[in-house]
């Protein structure tokens, strides 16, 4: 899936990043209307234009319940799951995210608002 130009443009600048050489402000709309699926998929082409291995599953009906979305992997691995900004984890999301940083695993729970965070850490 590639995400539209607009959206691509509007995550960057939610990065602090330049657009035509100027500091850009983010405008706070794009945090409360993307969608998961749109914010995801960024979050994957972010990382595997960094280096990063990226494993999701696509279908994950029969797969165990609650498993982060993401799998990352280059010097670490790293597991992220990612929700829009009033998205709530399920039980068996948090289970998965509490047994799996019991295990000294590094688990992310990321929104479009954690944009440059983001950026930071997949840099």
């Known amino acids: 899936m590639k995400i539209s130009p ?8 939610m990065a602090g990043c ?3 050489g100027k500091p850009v402000v983010p405008p706070e709309p794009i945090v409360n209307t993307v969608s998961e699926a749109d914010f995801m998929q960024t979050v994957i082409d972010y990382a595997r234009k960094r280096g990063w291995k990226v494993f999701h599953c696509f279908d994950s009906r029969k797969s165990e ?5 993401l799998v990352l992997v280059r010097d670490c691995v790293l597991y992220a799951e990612c929700k829009t ?3 709530k984890t399920t039980a068996d999301q948090d289970a998965w ?9 590094t688990v992310f ?5 954690d944009w440059p965070e983001i950026v930071r850490i997949l840099q």
Do not use: C, H, Y
């Open 6 to 13: 607009e959206l691509e443009k509007k995550l960057l600048e």
């Open 18 to 20: 330049t657009v035509n």
């Open 65 to 69: 319940a609650g498993f982060p979305d």
């Open 85 to 87: 900004e009033t998205g």
């Open 97 to 105: 995210i509490e047994v799996l940083t019991a295990a000294g695993q």
């Open 109 to 113: 729970l990321w929104r479009p608002s």
